[in-house]
């Protein structure tokens, strides 16, 4: 099958039918074609937008090892970039952590997404894989029968049914197999009242680690892409569009909040992407429901803070094609029954680290908070009633913990081991 054709026949059929062509979906393609299961992935996009959608650039340890094992992680070691070290710019004061020495002594790689979901692409045609591009999924229908069928849409609006066996829906957070779930699904969701300005600065990386500056006017980040591509966030007020800035204000802001004069210059350069990230966390309480699996950012989101969800998807997608090829090719269903608590020990732990992390980054009275930070006045005794306590006091409190955590980190040892292993880990 060519990479233009569409889902516009009446209908067609596959044994399982994967939703959307990111990490999750073309390393479950992969993994399914070379053990011979007959599969086809739908992807809305073109085949340009989905080589090019820059997004993560962090892959863990475990993500390398899952790619190795399958032989799709040429790409990554050819061109990939190993990674241990991340520095912390305070208004206390600077410190580097060397992470890959600590903890389990495991390294990131530096890897776009976008190249490694061309490298999975170009692995799945190369093996006969099936995919259709510009075709969207509308709705899965029939998820509780043996046959579930998925309603596609293509470029031209012409409508099509794939009918399968089981549905992987690894289209993202809004796509159709969320969209398919039952009305009484339990999902979880925080919004952490965080917003991000994601930039994509045409410039080679300023320092040799990644850089997180906690400051008064906000967060700012700085991680290595390419030796010619930096990702830069700033935190900003929620609600903020994302060319609400201007290239002269971007650049004032990354170098206040990560201190150029102190640290030396930043490379700016041209700003090749910008988008706002509004930080959420969103699990659903399972990723089965009957013939729709669910992986990826589908089954669960994790706010980017801690450079997870790209991750999350390898992880799903491998552990996804083993319980489906034990249950196609052996009768074998304990995997699939499985599959939803095996994830979500890996999903809550994975939110369980973002939260920290965006508890570290972030003060309360950041941009857009329209709090006040100030301590109780009044008699040191008895609760603290009356009119000095409330939203500053709690602001304050929750101000003071958040240093005493840069503190811990900055100092013991064992802090640090946690948060290395937390933080390369999946
Ligand atoms: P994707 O990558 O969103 O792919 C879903 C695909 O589904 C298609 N689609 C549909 N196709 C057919 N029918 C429909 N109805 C469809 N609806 C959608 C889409 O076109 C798309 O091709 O989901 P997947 O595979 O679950 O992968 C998840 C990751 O993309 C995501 O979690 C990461 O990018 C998150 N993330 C990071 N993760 C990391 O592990 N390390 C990082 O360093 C990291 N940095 C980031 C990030 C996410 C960011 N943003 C933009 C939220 C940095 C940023 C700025």
Known sequence: MTERQTGRTAQQTADVVILGAG?????LGNLLRAAGIDCVVLERADPEHVRTRARAGFLAANTVRVLDRHGLADGLHRHGKPHGTCEFRTEDGSFRLDYGALGRRELHTVYPQQDLVTDLLTHYLAAGGRIAFETEAQAVEGIDGPAPTVTVRDAEGRPGHWRARYVAGCDGRHGAARRSLPPD???????????????????PPSMDAVGYAMHPDGFAGHMARTADVTRYYLQCAP??????????????ALDRRLRADEHGPLHHGRILHRSVV??????????RYGSLLLAGDAASLPAPAAAKGANLAVL??????????????????????GYSARCLTHIWRAQEFAHWMIQLLHSPVGPGSGAAVGPVVGPAVGPAVGAQAGPAEESFFHEAMRRSRVESLRTSRTHQDWFAENYVGI
């Open 239 to 252: 609600g903020t569009p994302a060319d609400a800035w201007s290239e002269e204000r971007i650049r004032t």
């Open 185 to 203: 699904t339990r999902r979880y969701h925080r919004d952490h009242g965080v917003s991000w300005l994601a930039l994509l600065a045409e410039a």
């Open 23 to 27: 990490p999750a979906g073309l390393t």
């Open 316 to 337: 799903e997608a491998e552990l996804l094609a083993e319980a489906l090829i034990d249950e196609l090719q052996r009768g074998d269903a304990r995997a699939l029954d």
């Open 278 to 287: 509004h930080l959420e966390s969103d699990v659903l309480d399972r990723l």
